[in-house]
């Protein structure tokens, strides 16, 4: 897929201010490191995740959407009213129905005739928002959209961890540990057919691929315990998605520089999803890319789901990391699996 007059014009993101270390998830989970007779600090030692944000206990992920959307349209000059289409991407939601885009749009004031929905496809979730808005956009259905997205650790962290203190064996931790490198986040993301409106990224074009066969390695869902009590939970098999996912990254990278008539040596940088530091050595390495091409935000924010790729672009752009006119490769891989890369100009 390419694009002609699609435009990143901002990104928006809010953080939780509750930092919690992966040293006090240890500490936690010390009674289960006593019984496999582990030491403390292999959490860390595997991930390179040092610390992530919560959210507050009962917190509503529509607020932290509508902070970061605020923040971007705020940034552009805009308000609510300005939007054609607003698109709600995460995998944590307010409730099953309705769709969390509708408190979000009826906080920011949108008009009636503007499209207002959710969708869902893990970890890839804003990624195909803002595919969607540059769809209605190109074909002159939308001039503005927004794509939003907050993601809450808390709960599946906190519920994961007393269910591994109440079975501390081997296959229960390893199933673990990828649960514990979640991170909590919003982000925001404005698309536009206006290149002149902020300080605007062309939107060039993306692929996509999926390996459907690996759908199971990764399940977070609700589980009931007993006739009212319900739990969260995480169950991932971590070695095989990295494996399967790494090899369906490669594929996808390769559909991308093709697309775009990129050569490798000559993208500048890339914003990938965050997972951790196995991850993002393994998926470097597959596609060739240099350390120094990436910027990374996982040791301190962990993996933030959805938000994860947008909120490390803004960090990369606040921080000068991204340049003007940089071949800039956003990476984004989830659950399914499925796999999503986007070119843009920055």
Known sequence: MRYQKVFVNAIGYELPQEVVSTRSLEEALR??????????????????????????????????????AQKALSGLGLRGSDVDVLIYAGVCRDFYEPATACRIASELGLKPDAAVY?????????????????NRI?????????????ESAREVNEDSLQHLLQNPDMPHF???????TGGSGAAAVVL??????????RLLGGVMRNDHQHHDLCRWGVKRLRQTVFEQFMITDAINVMKHGVALGFKTWQALLLELGWRNERVDKIISHQVGQSHRK???????IAENKDYATFPMLGNMGTVSLPLTAAMA???GFLLPKDQVGWLGIGSGLNCLMLGLEW
Not at 42 to 66: H, M, N, Y
Not at 138 to 150: M, N, T
Not at 192 to 201: C, I, Q
């Open 138 to 150: 190109e074909l002159g259905q939308a001039k503005i959209g927004v794509v939003v997205s907050c």
């Open 192 to 201: 536009s057919s206006e290149p002149s409106l902020g300080r605007s990224h």
């Open 31 to 68: 009674p289960v490191y006593q019984a496999l007779k582990l030491p403390l600090g292999q959490l860390e030692a595997i991930t390179g995740i040092r610390e992530r944000r919560w959210w507050p206990r009962q917190f509503k992920v529509s607020d932290g959407a509508i902070l970061a």
């Open 118 to 134: 959710d969708i869902s496809n893990a970890c890839l979730g804003v990624m195909n928002g803002m595919i969607d808005i540059a």
């Open 282 to 288: 393994s998926v470097l390495n597959a596609l060739g």
């Open 174 to 180: 390893k199933d673990s540990i990828a649960t514990f």
């Open 317 to 319: 752009d606040e921080g």
